[in-house]
């Protein structure tokens, strides 16, 4: 039986880095409530990307809640079908309607053009995804936000590394939210980050995300909990550290793919100009769903993991509405397979899996 293959692992750091956190953390015996490591970890962050205001909260879910709820938005979100179920389950869980919009075939990413004509009174903001971690067109969204007075939030989960225009990509928009689950490029096995520039915002974020704790008896506006632990802040702690060779790793792994896929019938996406790509992803766009579940059932008998990433479609959700409206999203997801990618990966591997893709 030949070894399996996964879609994505997991980075883990030398455990003795990690351990001699844990020594400290038992001295203090302050584990949560936002300690010295998860403060020591904020301004890693903001000092390493180079943003002015960054929380770090238990997930990168709750991150886009306490957004909405931050920028204080009302009645309709318009937002892609094209990304993972929280960017929708989000929206719904606090009570706003998403209104599903079509992406660019070439980028995957909500396509501008057709946003103007989805906004209604209502519409209070504008909730993209940087697809793969590749950024939106941030200029045209920006223009129509400011044209209709709506707040744009970036589900920036799959960002981490990636710059625009020589900035970090979280760097737009009123607020960009990013998850550091433990498949994440960087991640803190369980956590994410709130990002703004407005000192006023944070403030008021990290009231939302204690309780709306403003001292110990006292309580400004309705808060949850989105705190983040010592335990959780010491793995991102450390695995900053490995977090250059990571990002140069993939773009090594990623090399390799497009060398040995490229006489094969398959595409991926365009990425923005003036992007520097984090390689958070390995997409291809088969011509066909019947190629896709081909090659994808040869890939599963050899024992190697690829996911259908993202598929279904959101608008297809049973709790929204909108479904077939988004023929664009509708044809991506069904012939779009995520190839397995993350650290470890070798380039045998790659070749393996890419000589099984070509004999389909
Ligand atoms: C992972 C992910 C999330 C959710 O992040 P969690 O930390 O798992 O809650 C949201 N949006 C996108 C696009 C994601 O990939």
Not at 56 to 83: C, R, W, Y
Not at 142 to 156: C, E, M, P, T
């Amino acid at each position: 039986m030949e070894d399996k293959i996964p879609v994505t692992q997991p980075f883990l750091p030398p455990r003795e880095e990690y351990e001699s956190f844990l020594a400290d953390i038992w001295d203090r015996n302050w584990l949560t409530n936002n300690g010295p490591l998860v403060q020591e970890l904020e301004g890693k962050l903001m000092n390493y990307l180079g943003v002015e205001e960054l929380s770090l909260v238990s997930n990168g879910t709750i991150a886009l809640q306490i957004a909405m709820k931050a920028l204080d938005l009302q009645g309709e979100i318009i937002t892609t079908p094209f990304s993972y179920v929280a960017t929708t389950s989000s929206i719904v869980w606090e009570n706003y309607t998403p209104v599903f919009v079509d992406i660019d075939p070439n980028t995957f990413n909500l396509d501008p053009q057709k946003i103007e004509e989805a906004i209604t009174p209502q519409t209070s903001a504008i909730i993209a995804t940087h697809v793969y971690g590749n950024p939106c067109d941030i200029e045209s969204i920006q223009a129509i936000a400011d044209r209709h007075g709506l707040k744009v939030i970036y589900d920036a989960a799959h960002c981490f590394g990636t710059k625009y225009k020589g900035q970090s990509i979280f760097n737009f928009g009123d607020i960009s939210t990013c998850s550091f689950h433990a498949t994440k490029l960087f991640h803190t096995v369980e956590g994410g980050a709130i990002v703004t520039d407005n000192p006023d915002l944070r403030q008021k974020i990290n009231l939302m995300r204690n309780f709306g704790h403003d001292g110990l008896n006292n309580f400004t506006g309705v808060g949850i909990n989105g705190k983040n632990s010592e335990l959780h802040a010491a793995m991102g702690l450390v695995n900053l550290r490995y977090i250059d060779s990571v990002l140069a790793q993939r773009k090594e792994l990623s090399k390799f793919y497009d060398h040995y896929l490229k006489d094969v019938d398959v595409s991926k996406p365009s990425i923005q100009s003036h992007a520097e790509y984090n390689f958070s992803y390995y997409p291809v766009l088969f011509n066909s769903e019947e190629q896709l579940t081909k090659v994808q059932a040869r890939l599963t008998k050899a024992n190697i993991q690829t996911r259908r990433y993202f598929y279904p479609l959101l608008s297809d959700l049973d709790y929204v509405d909108g479904k077939n409206a988004t023929p664009v999203a509708n044809r991506i997801s069904k012939q779009i397979l995520c190839l397995p990618f993350y650290h470890e990966l070798s380039e045998k591997t790659i070749g393996k899996i890419c000589k099984i893709i070509k004999s389909v």
